[in-house]
């Protein structure tokens, strides 16, 4: 069974909600990420999404832009991104980590090369931001042979239908994101993202990740009231950026934004745990 | 017999020419797509709409364009004989104010308010801060600060006009950058934002839409042959950027097998330096802005910053029509580089006293080569695209003079 799947039905049957960090390969600096990964891990993360940087990542904000950048300035590809997983994989077989990224460096790599990279690098699975279901099977269907989740994004205007449709191509879970925008945006509204919830678990029973609009404890507690997972990206970019130039300080702020995050949720329990 | 293409085809519904084209992108934006789909499919055959935009484009705009008979230039090409499309003429000086035009009519109907564009050069910012005066909507556009360096006089035109140009400081801080830029302000506004792409780029439906907004060039083009000559012509050339202007001439004539179709790219510096923008002739095929289509692409699937003379051609990708119809060999695309344009450009301003936009003064340079293969009796069309005002800080600039 895939490591995303085992993840949630070990959370559900101890009650949590997933906390899903996200970070950027390579930033701020290649020799960085893998440390920080392990890091992420320590301070509480069930999954991470590891995002591979693009040129033109055109539905993230200001924050990933940037990071993206950082990291294409020292070389940092495709390539090396498997490389850095399986670098992971050597002492951490447990969790679960996503690659978040555009459709070009895999087209530019080739499907077949890269489902084969991602499986044998020990990615669980690929969120390809760019690939909409119309689009997806040629990528889809070999990445799920492979035992590799194709996991897909939601939004607040996706209508049924797509809804039903893209929960069939999907696996592991579904990524809700919470509001009209990109990466890194102002405020969600908490008591529309429950409404749409609430909504799409009439499609499907895969697990509901948030994310978008995530940047502090109360919010992430507000939102794992109503979702499975909990995915923060930008809050956490945002001080990688910032304290770039002091690794063993980035590392430490980072744990300690994601610990509260933890904290957070933790205070939150699943409805699961009553009944189950 | 040969199974013949019937070109008036594509798309089909999705979007596809071939395995090019189609719709790559965030979910976000596929329900505003959709929105924008079937206002466009409603729209389109209508008979007040189309009567609206056919007023607009001739008491507005100016149409039609002449086709012009260039006899002094031919004559010392010594070959073909070659005709200008006139879109030099057009309000604002390019052909981009068709689109505009009949993008803006699309956002009245849907009841947009506020119009974002993307611009490289300044042109299609410049149609786009025209239109939105004139039907008094808001208008946003987003620019690469890169090129709002090289492009003042542009970026002023649209602030009398009443635009924000919106500084974009990404990436190679050009003209992708700033459609990136567009499109994630579409995403955060698609309830009131019409989002006015000015090329056959972009997700379904706009390579669809922009080519029939843009295709009134060469279906005059075509009549004009007609009425004057009683032919066709034996070729058609046309620059190619995002290859707006290039599809609106060819296709009209794509079912007509026999005229030869070229679509002439930027080799800047050569494309053997690397510096350059000739996706077609020198790219692959890849997905960016929304669409499958040749790329410009380092071995990681990066995309690369573009070089050429002319801003209006610096663009990594192309429309997806051209890319299959390179595939499938109709139309042929080669590239000239930046010191033939100039030649071009300055031949053209010469010998026919017309100062040519430094794009479409590729299409001119290569038409210095082809025609001489050609007999006196053959036709060339060529689009002139745009006028040149524009660019004489840049011509001058390259001779050392300052203006
Ligand atoms: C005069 C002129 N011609 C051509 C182009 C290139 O665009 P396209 O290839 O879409 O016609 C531009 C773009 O700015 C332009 O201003």
Known sequence: MNRITRRFQALRRTGRKALIPYITAGDPRPELTVPMLHALVEAGADIIELGVPFSDPMADGPVIQQACERALAQGMSLRRVLDLVRDFRRTDGETPLVLMGYLNPIERMGYDAFVAGARDAGVDGVLTVDLPPEEAAELAGPLDAAGVAPIFLLAPTSSGERIRRIAQLARGYLYYVSLKGVTGSAALNVAEVADKLAAIRTHTDLPLGVGFGIKDPPTAAAIAEVADAVVVGSALVAKMGELADNPERMRREVAALLTAMRQALDRVRAPAALTD | ???????????????????????????????????????????????????????????????????????????????????????????????????????????????????????????????????????????????????????????????????????????????????????????????????????????????????????????????????DHGCLPDALVACVGGGSNAIGLFHPFLNDSEVAIYGVEAAGSGIETGRHAATLCAGQPGVLHGNRTYLLNDADGQIVETHSVSAGLDYPGVGPEHAWLKDIGRARYVAVTDEEALRGFHDLTRTEGIIPALESSHALAYVTKLAPTMRPDQRIVVNLSGRGDKDIYTVAALEGIQL
């Open chain 2, 1 to 227: 017999m040969r199974n013949k293409v019937d070109y008036s085809q594509f798309p089909d519904d999705t979007g596809h020419f071939g395995r090019y084209g189609g719709r790559f992108v965030a979910e976000t934006l596929m329900e505003a797509l959709h929105e924008l789909n079937e206002a466009w499919r409603t729209y389109r055959n209508d008979p007040e709409f189309l009567v609206e935009l056919d007023t607009d484009l001739a008491r507005y705009v100016g149409r039609p364009t002449p086709l012009y008979h260039a006899e002094r230039w031919s004559r010392r090409l010594g070959g073909a004989q070659i005709y200008l499309k006139r879109e030099d003429l057009n309000h604002t000086g390019a052909h981009k104010i068709n689109n505009t035009v009949g993008q803006a009519l699309l956002a009245k109907r849907m009841g947009k308010t506020r119009l974002i564009a993307e611009t490289g050069a300044g042109q299609h910012g410049v149609a786009s801060a025209t239109v939105a005066a004139r039907l008094g909507m808001e208008c946003v556009v987003y620019m690469g600060v890169e090129d709002i360096k090289r492009q003042a006089l542009n970026v002023y035109r649209m602030r009398l006009l009443g635009a924000t140009v919106q500084p974009v400081n990404a990436g190679s801080r050009t003209l992708k950058d700033a459609l990136n830029e567009a499109l994630r302000d579409w995403v955060a506004n698609v309830d009131d934002t019409f989002y006015m792409i000015g090329t056959v780029a972009g997700p379904h439906p706009y390579p669809l839409m922009v080519r029939e907004f843009q295709a009134v060039i060469g279906r005059e083009a075509r009549e004009q042959m007609l009425t």
